[in-house]
Nanobody, 129 residues
Framework: QVQVVESGGGSVQAGGSLSLSCVVS????????????MGWFRQAPGKEREGVAH???????TYADSAKGRFTISRGNTENTVYLQMSSLEPDDTAMYFC???????????????????WGQGTQVTVPS
């Protein structure tokens, strides 16, 4: 049973920074089982879940327009770890942030939520206005 666990959420003043982490376990070593794509999504109250940033197993990244220039997604030394470094945070960034992962060899960063099989429970990020 694959588990996805996020950490690092919290409350930060506007203009501040926050870093999120995500670990996927267990993960396979055979090609079919390796994590090919990892991403971060967020969902604010009353709004749909939206993709924030994605990273492929080759290190290719894609970002939502709202995240470009402010957020950075990266993978850890082990392929089952992903980080989201957020800076210049705004009240509109307040949301539950979810980590997602998938082992299918599909284009990373496209297809929205359907691209991902494994999801975490989310970690809350709050930027008071």
């Amino acid at each position: 049973q694959v588990q996805v666990v996020e950490s690092g959420g919290g409350s930060v003043q506007a203009g501040g920074s926050l870093s999120l982490s995500c670990v996927v376990s267990p993960y396979g070593t055979d090609y079919d089982d390796t994590i090919k794509c990892m991403g971060w999504f967020r969902q604010a109250p009353g709004k749909e879940r939206e993709g924030v940033a994605h990273i492929s197993d080759g290190g290719i990244t894609t970002y939502a327009d709202s995240a470009k220039g402010r957020f950075t997604i990266s993978r850890g030394n082990t392929e089952n770890t992903v980080y989201l470094q957020m800076s210049s945070l705004e009240p509109d960034d307040t949301a539950m942030y979810f980590c997602a992962a998938d082992s299918r060899p599909l284009p990373c960063g496209y297809g929205g939520s359907a691209r991902y099989t494994y999801w975490g429970q989310g970690t809350q990020v709050t930027v008071p206005s």
